[in-house]
């Protein structure tokens, strides 16, 4: 087991000892309502988590997270929380966990969500924080914090798309190396739009894992900057990220977004979802934090909500020419 993953292990059972907080929402975690479901032919898991409901539907617009004190910086964190020190972030348990062992990894500085330059940050502890998927929210696309940079991880192999995208049906390969260690592909499945990165670690090179998250940032890179040409006048391209990392590869998963919250979220009748996508949901972890939301959502209210937050089949497209575009220019 590598350092890192040992010392987030340690500082869980430490947390765990001290925190009344995390060990009562941990116990309430483990009886959470939940139920499998289907959408656009895909499996998807319904969790009712009333705990989330701060997240979820938080106000996000400037001025409302401008006057409320933020809670990733250090000054304003609960007094019991701890912290593991890694690069430029601190390693929080998260005291409202949507999974058993779910991390925030802020950013030491209060400084707005961004991913581009911070790819390696992203792929680097994917490889280093061994069993975890490190998953990032665009500060439009699901983030609750867009004003303070931060990832967040959870175990591995909890979301249903980490193990749909362990096969190879559906994908279109955008690009590969001459030696088929590093592909580019895409997936366009029923409810979402999905960029794969996948780099096989090398069984003869020192270092292997360290280059292939160096690799896999590179590509992320431009992606993100074909992807930010699509949607002119955003700081970012709009996406949510999970990066993983196994005994044999590593592997990036970007999917694109188009809208934040479906309009079911803002309406003011019996039709109303309060369903506020992140990474977890878009991979197929759908939370609901009502009672009335877990009983009402069907298929088709699930397949409308996801189709309408992701691009349309007309950007979808552009935005696969122009990706791989830059990856002919830029590989
Ligand atoms: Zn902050």
Not at 101 to 107: D, K, S, V
Not at 149 to 177: C, I, M, N, Y
Not at 256 to 277: C, T, W
Not at 314 to 327: G, P, S
Request: proline share 6%; glycine share 6%.
């Amino acid at each position: 087991m590598t350092g890192l993953r040992q010392r987030i292990d340690k500082l869980f059972d430490v947390q765990l000892a001290v925190w009344p907080l995390l060990r009562a929402n941990r116990r309430t975690l483990s009886r959470l309502a939940g139920r499998e479901t289907e959408a656009g032919g895909e499996r998807l898991a319904l969790l009712f988590n009333p705990e989330r409901a701060r997240s979820t539907v938080a106000p996000l617009d400037a001025e409302s997270v401008r006057r409320r004190p933020c809670f990733l910086c250090a000054t304003n964190r609960p007094p019991l929380q701890q912290a593991v020190e890694w690069r430029t972030y601190q390693i929080l348990i998260n005291p409202y966990p949507v999974l058993d062992r779910h991390l925030t990894i802020a950013n030491g500085e209060h400084r707005d969500q961004r991913i581009a330059g911070r790819t390696t940050d992203f792929t680097a502890l994917a490889v280093e924080l061994e069993g975890y998927t490190i998953l990032y929210n665009g500060a439009k696309c699901g983030a609750s914090a867009p004003d303070h940079h931060h990832f967040q991880a959870v175990l591995q192999g909890s979301l249903p798309l980490e193990q749909k995208s362990g096969t190879d049906d559906g994908r279109t390969v955008w690009w590969s190396d001459p030696t088929g260690h590093t592909s580019v592909w895409s997936l366009a499945d029923g409810l979402r739009r999905v960029i794969g990165i996948e780099v096989k670690f090398s069984e003869i090179t020192e270092n292997t894992r360290e280059l292939a998250a160096e690799k896999a940032a590179v590509l992320m890179e431009t992606i993100l900057a074909a992807l930010a040409e699509c949607q002119p006048g955003e700081p970012e391209a709009k996406v949510n990220a999970l990066a993983w990392a196994d005994a044999t590869h590593l592997t990036v998963l970007l999917l694109p977004r188009e809208k934040h919250r479906p309009v079911r979220f803002f309406r003011d009748d019996g039709g109303q979802v309060l369903f506020s996508p992140g990474a977890i949901d878009m991979a197929g972890l759908v939370i609901t934090v009502r009672p009335e939301d877990f009983k009402k959502l069907d298929s088709n209210m699930l397949e409308e909500m996801f189709l309408e937050v992701i691009p349309s089949d007309v950007d979808w497209r552009e935005m696969t020419k122009n990706c791989t575009r830059w990856l002919d220019k830029n590989p």
